[in-house]
């Protein structure tokens, strides 16, 4: 059974910096494609980062340059490094598992088929 808990939430001033976890339990092989999502409040959730099942990683326009996600494979850990944090980057953050590729479609939010509780980020200006 995959079981995912993100961790690392805080609350930052504009410009600051913050690293997210997720742990991923039960996921046993590498042909995944990992996930960060937000969601902000009465907004839609959205794709933020993913790491392909090939090691490639796709990026929502708002965050390429600043954000970064990587995986500790000896640990089955989804990272999400964020810098240069702005105000509209506040939102509930998730991290997210699809058994297959990742693919064009990685912002689709009913592909993914596992997810975590969420952890909360807010920027302040």
């Known amino acids: 059974q995959v079981r995912m808990v993100e961790s690392g939430g805080d609350s930052v001033q504009t410009g600051g910096s913050l690293r997210l976890s997720c742990a991923a339990s039960?996921?046993?092989?590498?042909?995944?494609?990992m996930a960060w999502f937000r969601q902000a409040p009465g907004k839609e959730r959205e794709g933020v980062a993913a790491?392909?099942?090939?090691?490639?990683?796709h990026y929502a326009d708002s965050v390429k340059g600043r954000f970064t996600i990587s995986k500790d494979n000896a640990n089955n850990i989804l990272y999400l490094q964020m810098a240069d944090l702005k105000p509209e980057d506040t939102g509930l953050y998730y991290c997210?598992?699809?058994?297959?590729?990742?693919?064009?479609?990685?912002?689709?939010?009913?592909?993914?088929?596992?997810w975590g509780q969420g952890t909360q980020v807010t920027v302040s200006s």
């Open positions: 039960g996921i046993t092989d590498s042909n995944y494609c």
């Open positions: 790491l392909d099942d090939d090691g490639s990683t």
């Open positions: 997210a598992a699809l058994r297959s590729g990742c693919g064009d479609r990685w912002t689709v939010v009913k592909r993914y088929e596992y």
